[in-house]
Every structure is written in C-alpha cells, then in structure tokens.
C-alpha cells in the first residue's frame, strides 16, 4: 500500500516510509490529438440518482444529501472531481493527460472537499554546500545521493545571496546541461575552494541494508549511494542513462527494453570484484522483492505484469512475472497497462539490480526456499554483507557513531564523483544547538536552523548574510471534512475524545435504506447536511487563516513559506511541448514549460473561483507556495451565506442560537499545537460569529492522537468532523494521479472523509 503520512501537530512527524514517488515522462509518448474535457460535467449541486432502496418521502423531508449511503454521498461531493479525473486519465498525450489533471484538480479544491494546507521544508539553514549540486525530483531515491555535491571551504560559508543567485542561474539554465559547470566556475569566481570530502550529522541508524526491501527513509539516504538505477536525474533533473545506456518502448506503451551498460563490476564493501552487473541481476532483483515481501512491492505490483499474482502466490513460476533477461545486458519490463510514467519509478531501490551470485553466496534463495530467518542467511545484515555498483562503498559504520563512505574506485562515471569521502556523525538531539555549533566550528557542512538556533545566529552576526530560507519540500497536508460520520469516540476505545455534541442520530440511521427521518434531527444530523454542502465547506476554507496557524509552530517570519495552494505541488511537472486542452469548452494553449500549477489558475480564472493556486513573484521554487491564496474572510461570509439559505431549504436552520458544530481532533502534548487549535476557533468566529461551533477535542497524549486520525481503517471509524493538517501525502512518481488516485473510491485516503474502507 502506499504511503499515508498523519502530520502529528504535536511532532510535526512524517511517517517513515520512502516510496513516495516515481518520475517524470520520457516524452517518448506519440502526439495524439488532444482530448478534451468531459462533456457537460455534472454541477457541484446536482443530484444524483437516489440509491436503490432509498425512501424518497422521508429524505426529502431534510433534503439531499441528508444519507449514510456512501455510493451517493460520493457521487454528490467528489462526482465532478471524477468526471474529470476519469477523462484525463484517458488521454494518449502525456501533456493532455498531465494538464486535464490540473484542471480536475482545479474542480476537487473548488468542491471545498480539500483544503490545501502546507508542504514540508521552508525552514531557516546555513550551508557551505551549493544548492542544486544534487537532483531534486520529489520522488524517488537520487536526491539522496552525495558524490555530486559541491562543498567550499571550511572555515567559509556560503552567502544568501549567492544562494540566490545560484537558485536563479539553475532555473535559467535547466536542461541545457551546463549548470554543473557554470556553478563549480561561480564558486571558484568568488574565492571559494571546492573540497572533495563532506561532513554531516545524522540522528538515526540504517535498521535494513537490504535496498530492495528497504521502504524507510533512514535507510534510503544512506543505500542511494551503493547502486544506480537504470536512468538517473542529475542536478538539472533531467533523466540521464544510468546503468542503461538507452531503453526502447513498445507501441502499445507495455513492454520497456533497457540496454545495459557492459562491464559494470559488482564489488564488495573493501572494493574487490565480485561479478558483473548483467540483465539476469534485474531478474533476481524483482523475485527478491517480491518473494521477501518488500516495503515497496506495490511500486512492482501495481505495475509489472504478474507481478502481484506471484507475490499473493495465485502463481509460483516467477517466469510469468514480466521482467525478463533477454540477453547478458537486455532486461525487459512487461507492465500491467500502458503506465507512461514508468520510468519515474527507477531511481527507486524497488528497482535496483541484485548480484545473484553474491546474494547466494550469503545464503540468499529465490522462490518457496526464501527463508531470511535461515542460519546461513547473512545476506545485508550489515554494510559489509551488501554488493556495490554505485558510487560509494560504505567502509565503516559503528552504531550512533558514525558512518564512512569511499568513492567507488570501480565506478563507472568516475567523472561525476566530486566528493571522494562522506563522514556521517551521529547527533542524538538531546542537545538542540549541536548541529549549529558544528556546523560553525567546520564540523559539518550544513545546518537546519530552529527558532532557538536562529537566536544563536542572529547573536553571532551572521543571520542577516548567511541563514536562507531552505525550498519547500514535495509532501501537502491537506484539511478535509467528515463526510459520513458515524464514530462519535476513538474507534479502539469509547472512552477516549467522546464528542459532547448531540448525536443519536448516529444510531438511528437506516443504513439499508441510506436515510436520516426528520424527527432526529439533532447536532449530529444537522452537522451532516452542513458538511455536505459545498457552500459551507467553501466558507470554511476561506475563513481558515493558515498563516496565523503556522506562525504558532514556526514563527512569523516563516508562516507563509510552506504554505501551499494546491493539493498537488505545483511544479511536479511542466508540459514538454506547446499542449491544448479544453477549459470551459475554449481551446486553451499551455506553452512548453508551462506548470501544473498554472493549469489549475487557469481554470480557477476562468471558473471566477476567487482562490489564488499560484504566485510567480513570491520568487519559490514551487509556484503555489509561500502564500497565502485562501484567506478570505469576505469571500467566507458569502458562502456561508450561501450555505444558510441551501441548508434551510432542506430544513435546517443555522443562526447564532442553533449553530453548527463541528468536532476538530487536534493534538494537545503540545503548547504549540494547542495554540494551533485556538487560532483554528478564532478565525471562525471571526467569519462566522456563532452560527459555526467548534468544538476542540484534544489528544494528550501521541497514541490517542494517532488511534484518532491515522490508524482507523475504515470511513466509519473516523471520529471527527474536520480536519486541520492531520494528513498528508506525497508524490509517489512523475505524474498527477499519484497525488489524485487517492481521492477514488479505492484511493487510499478517501477513508478520511468518512467513506469506504
């Protein structure tokens, strides 16, 4: 299953598993003709067909969609979203597809259904490292790899404004294959000396060295660094041939031939040949994987043919699986459909080779023999028990100590390895001023800052030249809306945040007709209509200052830098070509290098939806962060105004002596988080007087917060109303639907709005 990230408020905590991505095209895909929208998408406010067996009689007596059903309670809220999503994941054109997305997305964030909330990173940092020396594709594993780094002198620092002016140059010169060169000479230009070693402090040990099980961060920072995936982005983040020299795709966009590199030598930790890299190593690769049950196999069985099948044992011959050695150094993929992203994908461990000999040699065995428990089974039970074909060999590692890594002397590009030597020292955290105080003192060679260290570097002079602001980061926490909520305490335990509000409509429904009768209406039922108008949710999104919410965790100066505008990152893709697509039946024209943030703005524009998806001035990476194009209190009071006339058609009154309530599950551990809330509360009752409650339910302590929001499996057991930043997600690959797929019937966090599961 992919990653689902709970944004704890109280640790600000991202779940540790890595497979958060993919990359982008190959721009190998034929032009089609563009496809166009879908024709006459349903309206937010058109009704669906009543479910089978609904008593029409009594549910209009509260209106639609006054109903537990969740078919129709889907249909009502996200059906527009669908009708959208469907059309451009039917599209041949890569760009069509990519910039039909953006417009669906466009209708989810206008449904009100997602409020954008934040990215991560946007933090304060000072570095004698160049940014841009290494790839930053947000997903898969390359922007974890050193050797490309640039690291001045020691008793230096990098000043802000060259980090700028080096961001600058990147963008102007990205894709033209020049930047590395025109960096190294601007470094050297200032007086700057470049190093070949690099220093840095790590907080956590690697727990699995095996890269083809590995799905935690922790460890995906340090494996990146031992092998190359078949194609690699490099600082420009383009994809370049990494242990393929080139790869072919079929017509009907199924089957991918890599053409590997000869010679490539698989050696051990202290540098000595073991074998060659071959086609048969992909092979084994993917039945490891799959047969030791890897914390990425969705990344394969989601994709390659048979795959899935041979890992939930409908099939034992791993030859029906779809990846083949056609020869020494030919390796074919056969996917499940025509994936046009797939190539994203490969600079994830989940696609590494694996040196069949010296797996063996470890004890390691394929199919029903797999046994890891084994006593012969050594095979990456530590650094020294691993093959090498990428850029470093890790020479030592002592426990919350250290770790050292050597550049591969049999490297194949050893002309791309400028650092020759990586120290990691292990720093517990205990005390919050180490990273600073090394990083000063040319122990490291850059730091995060957090807001006691700041006071650090301002009183040592050097805030004003030094300390940058880092760029944002590829994960969007989002608010949401319970959408059939049926849990009214912690699913696991009915003692624990047990909402005051009024709800024995929760056990009156009539489940099997899908229906709420008129003589209960009660908080709960009423809370039900509200969050199922789109109006209502709308005016919420506008009334919710963010930036007052953020400032309570990071400061003022800080609290509009991640804040992010859309659900997807804006610049997760750009179209390759010139690429036109209908928004609201007018051919519309996107130029090559347009961003996918910008799609979504322009069907906001054309929609007089008055939310702001992008801001080219505020002068971020990501277009649709760093500030606020939300926060609009004027625009809150009219839809609520909306939302007040609908719901009383349907016969529910909303005023200052029967208001809303709504239930918001926030953490308490914390004093921060606990101000987070209160400015949460403020910012209604700014917009909204008292016609809207909320009612504060807070967690004390991390499990009770995680019973709550993140570890429920089912729709129904969702014990909230609304949500404030608990969720979170990532890109998975290059392309939109790794962000949108979630929000399907079967997507993995649509249990989050009270559906399915």
């Given at each position: 299953m992919k990653r689902i990230v709970a944004l704890l408020l109280a640790m600000v905590m991202v779940l540790g598993l890595v497979a958060c991505g993919g990359g982008g095209g190959n721009g190998d895909t034929p032009n089609q003709e563009p496809t166009t929208t879908p024709s006459e998408p349903s309206e937010p406010g058109d009704t669906p067909e009543d479910s089978e067996g609904e008593d029409e009689g009594e549910a209009e007596s509260l209106g639609f969609p006054v109903t537990y059903d969740e078919d129709v309670l889907y249909e009502y809220n996200f059906g527009e979203f669908m009708e959208y999503y469907t059309a451009a994941k039917e599209a041949d054109d890569l760009d069509v597809r990519r910039a039909m997305m953006a417009v669906a997305e466009a209708k989810l964030l206008e449904s009100g259904l997602v409020i954008p909330g934040t990215s991560n990173g946007g933090n304060y940092a000072m570095q004698r490292t160049s940014t841009h020396a290494v790839s930053t594709v947000p997903y898969g594993s390359d922007g974890?790899?050193?050797?490309t780094y640039l690291v001045v002198d020691r008793d230096k620092m990098?000043?802000?404004?060259?980090?700028?002016?080096?961001?600058?140059?990147?963008?102007?010169?990205?894709?033209?294959?020049?930047f590395r060169d025109w960096v190294k000479e601007y470094l050297t230009g200032k007086g700057y000396t470049l190093q070949d070693t690099y220093n840095a402090n790590y907080s956590s040990d690697p727990s699995n060295w095996d890269v083809l099980t590995n799905g935690q961060t922790q460890n995906t920072a340090v494996l990146a660094n031992t092998y190359d995936g078949l194609l690699i982005y490099d600082e420009e983040n383009i994809q370049q041939p990494g242990l393929a020299e080139s790869y072919e795709v079929s017509e009907d966009g199924k089957v991918y031939t890599f053409h590997l590199r000869a010679g490539v030598p698989w050696v051990d930790s202290q540098g000595r040949e073991i074998a060659k890299v071959t086609a048969d190593d992909y092979v084994a690769a993917m039945q490891h994987l799959l047969d030791a049950k890897g914390e990425t196999t969705w990344l394969v069985t989601d994709t390659i043919y048979n795959a899935d099948a041979y890992a939930n044992g409908e099939i034992t011959d791993f030859g029906e699986v779809g990846v083949k050695a056609l020869d020494e150094l030919t390796v074919e993929y056969t996917l499940v459909d025509d994936i046009p992203y797939f190539p994203t994908m490969l600079s994830y461990g989940t696609y590494a080779p694996l040196c069949r000999v010296y797996y063996e040699s470890q004890g390691g065995k394929f199919g029903a023999e797999f046994d890891r428990t084994a006593a012969d089974y050594t095979y990456a039970k530590g650094p020294d028990s691993i093959a090498y074909c990428g850029p470093y060999l890790i020479t030592s590692f002592t426990p919350k100590n250290s770790i050292v890594f050597q550049a591969n002397p049999t490297y194949w590009d050893q002309d791309s390895i400028e650092i020759k030597t990586v120290t990691w020292s292990f720093n517990d955290g205990v005390d919050v001023t180490r990273n600073f105080n090394d990083f000063c003192n040319g122990k490291i060679d850059s730091c995060g800052l957090g807001l006691s260290t700041v006071k650090l570097a301002e009183e040592a002079g050097l805030f004003e030249d030094y300390v940058r602001i880092s760029g944002t980061g590829n994960m969007s926490y989002y608010g949401n809306f319970n959408l059939a909520r049926r849990a009214y305490a912690n699913f696991n335990d009915d003692t624990i945040l047990v909402s005051s509000v009024s709800h024995e409509s929760a056990d009156s429904i009539d489940v099997a007709n899908g229906i709420v009768t008129s003589d209960i209406i009660d908080d709960a039922a009423r809370t039900h209509a509200a969050v199922n108008n789109r109006h209502f949710r709308l005016a919420i999104a506008f009334a919710w200052d963010r930036g007052a919410h953020m400032a309570q965790t990071i400061g003022d100066d800080l609290k509009y830098v991640r804040l992010r505008n859309t659900f997807t990152q804006g610049d997760l893709v750009t179209m390759s070509k010139d690429t036109t697509i209908d928004i609201n039946g007018t051919p519309t024209t996107f130029p090559a290098g347009t961003y996918y943030g910008e799609i979504i703005q322009a069907q906001f524009t054309a929609d007089g939806f008055p939310a702001k998806a992008v801001d080219t001035s505020v002068g971020a990476d990501d277009p649709t962060t760093g500030f606020d194009g939300w926060f609009n209190v004027e625009e809150a009071k009219k839809?609520?105004?909306?939302?007040?006339?609908?719901?009383?058609?349907?016969?529910?009154?909303?005023?200052?002596?029967?208001?809303?309530?709504?239930?918001?599950?926030?953490?308490?551990?914390?004093?921060?988080?606990?101000?987070?809330?209160?400015?949460?509360?403020?910012?209604?009752?700014?917009?909204f007087g008292k016609a809207l409650k909320i009612n504060l339910m807070g967690a004390t302590s991390y499990s009770d917060m995680d019973n709550a929001t993140f570890y429920p499996e089912t729709g129904a057991e969702h014990?909230?109303?609304?949500?404030?930043?608990?969720?979170?997600?990532?890109?998975?690959?290059?392309?939109?639907?790794?962000?949108?797929?979630?929000?399907?019937?079967?997507?993995?966090?649509?249990?989050?709005?009270?559906?399915?599961?």
């Open positions: 974890n790899r050193m050797h990098i000043l802000e404004s060259e980090i700028k002016e080096i961001n600058a140059k990147w963008a102007e010169l990205r894709g033209t294959g020049t839809e609520f105004a909306l939302a007040v006339e609908e719901l009383a058609a349907q016969g529910v009154e909303v005023s200052e002596e029967n208001p809303i309530v709504l239930d918001l599950v926030h953490s308490a551990v914390e004093t921060s988080t606990v101000n987070q809330a209160q400015v949460y509360v403020q910012s209604m009752e700014k917009a014990n909230m109303d609304i949500t404030a930043l608990n969720f979170g997600w990532g890109p998975d690959w290059g392309d939109p639907n790794s962000n949108l797929d979630i929000f399907t019937p079967s997507g993995a966090q649509i249990i989050k709005f009270g559906l399915y599961g």
